[in-house]
């Protein structure tokens, strides 16, 4: 690959999330998210290990726009592939199979692979608290939550400062919603 790996990253994901927005009153360009995820992983979790800095940049890629792995593969190598297929949702499941698979696989993925998942769900959490989905009730916040915390439960072990992290979320909104 030329140039610096990340840098190749950051302008693919940018490229190929062009038209998409996230779903908050902002309607933030979705690439925020790629990049504040992987900001998660080097600034908040100590995390420098490039393939999985790369494959933060890239991991909704596949599962939202039209790249395939083997595009992944060929730019970015077999290591990065993995790390991206580990934390994709196959979309053609139902959501509810969806959701249900991550609980279930998060405790058998790669350490490289945890990290980026509890990164994800940091960022969306932060998002939902501060500005929620449009159209998100609150009960539908109180699931994502509870979703996400026995999602995270399946990723402890491999770095401590996003657990911690994860933890403060988790107690300050059920502290406000008992
Ligand atoms: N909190 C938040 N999320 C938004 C927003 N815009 C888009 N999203 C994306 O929506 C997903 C969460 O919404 P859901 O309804 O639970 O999931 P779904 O897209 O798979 O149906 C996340 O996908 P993901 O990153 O693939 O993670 P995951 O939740 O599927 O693990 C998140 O990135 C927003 O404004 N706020
Ligand atoms: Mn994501």
Request: proline share 3%.
């Amino acid at each position: 690959m030329s140039g610096n790996a990340i840098i190749e990253a950051a302008d693919f994901a940018a490229t190929k999330h062009v038209n998409q927005r996230r779903m908050n009153a902002e309607q933030a360009p979705y690439i925020n998210h790629c990049i504040g995820v992987c900001r998660v992983l080097t600034a908040e979790g100590n995390v420098d290990d490039t393939d999985t800095l790369v494959a933060a940049l890239l991991h909704d890629t596949v599962e939202d726009t039209d790249t395939t792995f083997e595009e992944i593969e060929a730019r970015f190598g077999p290591t990065v592939r993995k790390l991206v297929s580990e934390v994709t949702d196959d979309k053609t499941l139902e959501k509810k199979e969806r959701k249900r698979l991550q609980i279930e696989k998060a405790p058998f993925a790669s350490d490289q692979a945890k990290r980026i998942k509890m990164a994800d769900k940091i960022y969306n959490l932060r998002d939902i608290v501060k500005s929620p989905p449009l159209g998100w009730s609150e009960q539908r916040i109180k699931e994502y939550m509870e979703w996400a915390q026995k999602v995270t439960n399946g990723c402890r072990g491999v770095n401590d400062k996003l657990e911690a992290i994860l933890d403060g979320i988790y107690a300050d909104f059920h502290s406000k919603h008992p």
